[in-house]
């Protein structure tokens, strides 16, 4: 396996992180500054992680 497919499952590893906070909300409080500023960090993170696994590839 090539660290180019390596690079994509974690980007869609990441992105499965930060939907995953993302939605962790409370019921009456809503979401908290540091839930999406670390989903936000995560989101960058994917992102970077994937397109480099895809840059990789070509």
Same mark, same amino acid.
């Given at each position: 396996?090539?660290?180019?497919? #390596?690079?994509? #499952? $974690?980007?869609? $590893?990441? %992105?499965? &992180? *930060?939907?995953? %906070?993302? @939605? *962790? =909300?409370? =019921?009456? @409080?809503?979401?908290?500054?540091?839930? #999406?500023? $670390? *989903?936000?960090?995560?989101? #960058?993170? *994917?992102?970077?992680?994937?397109?480099? &696994? %895809?840059?990789?590839?070509?």
């Amino acid at each position: 396996m090539s660290s180019g497919v #390596v690079l994509v #499952v $974690f980007g869609g $590893f990441l %992105i499965g &992180g *930060a939907w995953s %906070i993302w @939605k *962790a =909300d409370h =019921d009456t @409080k809503g979401r908290t500054g540091p839930q #999406v500023a $670390f *989903a936000v960090v995560l989101l #960058v993170a *994917a992102l970077l992680a994937t397109v480099a &696994g %895809i840059l990789r590839l070509v």
